[in-house]
């Protein structure tokens, strides 16, 4: 299966990692920012990486790539084993969650017509 | 103001388009004009009509939790990113349907099958996948015939059930004999094809045992020795042994698809179907997608007539006028009621947001109607002689390339047989006369256009066998996966008349399954095979029918869980497909069972061969009084069959009356939706 942890892992709606703060530049940001005045409301460090060249245009690639990934392993019925891990740690941390190969297996199974389902592509 | 002033520019080009490929009488017309068409109609009916369904009609709602949220649970529940999905539904719902239909739709000229196919999509197809996604959704993901069973009462569970069997076996044999046709006596492409098998099982075990779940690797791996197969076909089909060895007739090919067939469902998914699955599935997406481009870059004109005369019914390809065979002919890409399963299988499962279904479910019909007008453009950019010589049957067009022509040019289209014998050579075959199915002209056409865009003739036959390969492996795919589904299927209804015989894992119960299975679509092969108009003039008709009159159901279904909703000023959404569909589908029923023309009636063609038996006389292309029997009774059994499907369709018709009547009086709303769960605010995005 394909590795694909150098991707980042799992969705960043749901898991907010923290944005890297390269050389401080968001700290500077907000202190420039609280310069201006009592009103003046900053963005969140997420927001600002989107919005600072470099660190944003190469996360978009990176998202893209791992979209790309994801429906090419979709379309044969394999889902994402790293959302899965995530899923398990956060929700079920007491529970052993499925090794690599027993995830891959499963979703295998789950493709095919079996006794618990008929399953469903066209084949038309 | 800005966007309106966008959609008024898409409006205008898209009535340009159609004013192009209308009036243009007589002169070869750009394909850009048809690809312009189909794009501007898919992008207003997106934005307007899904838009007016997603807001008013289905009242999508957001802040309501979607069941992959509520029952997440990371392997089957999983709330998925919205392109991801469609990607994924895209995938599950283009088979090999939009590429057949259309192609033998093409004998009436472009322009009828193109208006269904966008008209179609439009107003019934997008709309049966989207509806039938939305209900499945709020109730779980649960699958038609539950739902069918929960609104409509236990016994239309049944009979729906019945009638996706039987649906199911007409279509696994419809598309087998496409395989055939295009197989038959094609020593190279009988080769790529069986080369897949130990490329199959090759990749199975390294997946399983060297280098467990390494898909792309595998995948690579497999793709690079396909292609080799290819390459070298052409050796092995002019190879003393070999060639001749892989020579097989129609029933020869027959038989060894029902033993592939019965092995492949047989073993374990992981050796031979599932690597096999992976092939074909990035093949048909890598086609699909390359296919477009190649389209737009070579922008080629389209020789086919927009109408042709065959729109009377005498068709050489498939008998009956354009009303209602045009609608039954053209199912996938225009209204597939198939997809009803797939849209109601994992994709509710997968879903993030509920206003993401009519990016799925609208959107992605409108990506399988594109592929079918791609499908129509191959067929029209070939020279409507060499068309109609690969898609008539032999008995209009008899076996040498001098009758072939002969009978072409009094239809009127112009063909030399040294045109003919010149094709066959460039995509190195020895005949490409009667190759009806959609395969072979698909074939043929793709290989012209890539051809039109490297400008050199010496990759054809590598185009010609790669499309081949290309649809030949996915169609198998399916009857493997589809003898499986059968096969559950058959002791699922063994189960409701003997409870304990229901899905079991005996291997007894497999085998016994199984074998049912792969007889019924066998036998319809077979006879299709043996069949003197060639087979697709009987069973496509067949599977049309059936596929629309499923479509219909699901749209009942719809209607009445419209009404339960309360909903019932917008039931006109569903009814309007649902009424063509069923005034299509009973027509064509009809006829196909009643009408006196033997050409396009089974019983009146079964009458002909049992009067003409009966006094000792033996018609083509029977060779003897007992074959003369046994097409008199094949074609009895269709009749018998398109009369299932028409009590089917009523019946569930009657069924949904009952259900909306019952709703109209109930002043409650009464649709049995998964009880809501709302999102907190917080969470709220």
Known sequence: MLDLSFLGRGDPALVPAAAPDLNGAYARYLAGVQAQGPGAVAMSATEFERYSLGTSWLTGVREVAKRVVQTCRLVIGIHDYEYYLDHMRSRHPQAIPLTREAFYRYCLEARYPSAERIGGRCPC | MKTKILWLLVVVVGVAAFAMLTLSRGEPVNAAWLVLAAVSCYAISYRFYSKFIAERVFELDDRRLTPAERRNDGLDYVPTNKYVVFGHHFAAIAGAGPLVGPILAAQMGFLPGTIWILVGVMLAGAVQDFMVLFISTRRDG??????????????????????????????????????????????????????????????????????????????????????????????????????????????????????????????????????????????????????????????????????????????????????????????????????????????????????????????????????????????????????????????????????????????????????????????????????????????????????????????????????????????????????????????????????????????????????????????????????????????????????????????????????????????????????????????????????????IGFLALARRFSEAAAQGTVLAPAKSLEQMGRVAFNNQVDAVLTGFFMFVAITLAVAAIAAVIKALRNPEQTAQETPVVWREAATYA
């Not at chain 2, 690079?224 to 190879?239: K, T």
């Not at chain 2, 797939?342 to 799925?360: C, D, F, N, Q, W």
Request: glycine letters at 10%; charged letters at 10%.
């Open chain 2, 142 to 599: 649960r699958s038609l015939g539950e739902m069918a069973k929960q609104e409509l009462g236990p016994w239309v569970g049944v009979t729906v059930m019945i009638g996706t069997l039987a649906v199911m076996i007409i279509i696994l044999s419809a598309l087998a004999l496409v395989v055939v046709k295009a197989l038959a006596v094609s020593p190279w492409g009988t080769f790529t094809i069986a080369a897949t098998i130990p490329i199959a099982l090759l990749m199975g075990i390294y997946m399983r045992f060297i280098r467990p779940g390494r898909i792309a690797e595998v995948s690579v791996i497999g793709f690079v020795l396909m292609m080799a197969a290819i390459v070298y076909g052409g050796d092995i089909a002019a190879h003393p042994y070999w060639g001749p060895f892989f020579t097989l007739t129609g029933p020869e090919l027959t038989l060894a698809l029902v033993v592939y067939g019965f092995v492949a469902s047989v073993l374990p998914v992981w050796l031979l179907l599932a690597p096999r699955d992976y092939l074909s599935t990035f093949l048909k997406l890598g086609v699909v997608i390359g296919l477009a481009i190649g389209i737009l870059i070579a922008l080629p004109e389209l020789k086919m007539p927009s109408v042709t005369r065959f729109i009377d019914g005498s068709g050489p390809v498939f008998s009956g006028a354009l009303f209602p065979f045009l609608f039954i002919t053209i199912a996938c890409g225009a209204c597939s009621g198939f997809h009803a399963l797939v849209a109601s299988g994992t994709t509710p499962k997968l879903i993030e947001r509920e206003s993401h279904m009519r990016t799925i479910g609208y959107g992605g019909m409108l990506g399988e109607s594109l592929v079918a007008i791609m499908a129509m453009i191959c067929a029209s950019v070939l020279d409507p002689g060499v068309y109609f010589a690969m898609n008539a049957p032999a008995a209009l067009l008899g076996t040498t390339v001098q009758t072939a022509a002969a009978a072409i040019n009094s239809w009127g289209f112009v063909v030399t047989p040294e045109a003919l014998t010149q094709i066959a050579k460039d995509v190195g075959e020895q005949s490409i006369l009667s190759r009806a199915g959609g395969a072979p002209t698909f074939a043929v056409g793709m290989a012209v256009i890539v051809t039109d865009i490297f400008n050199s003739k010496a990759m054809m036959a590598f185009w010609y066998h790669f499309a081949i390969l290309f649809e030949a492996l996915f169609i198998l795919t399916a009857v493997d996966a589809g003898t499986r589904a059968c096969r559950f299927m058959v002791q699922d209804l063994a189960g409701v008349v003997v409870p304990g015989l229901g899905r079991s894992r005996s291997l007894i119960g497999n085998l016994i399954g199984t074998s049912v299975a792969v007889s019924a679509w066998g036998w319809f092969v077979y006879q299709g095979v043996t069949d003197p108009f060639g087979g697709i003039n009987s069973l496509w008709p067949l599977f049309g029918i059936g596929n629309q009159m499923l479509a219909g159901m699901a749209l009942m279904l719809g209607t009445v869980v419209l009404f339960k909703m309360k909903k019932g000023h917008f039931a006109w959404v569903t009814l309007v497909p649902m009424t063509w569909l069923l005034v299509t589908t009973m027509t064509a029923g009809w006829q196909k069972i009643f009408s006196p023309d033997w050409h």
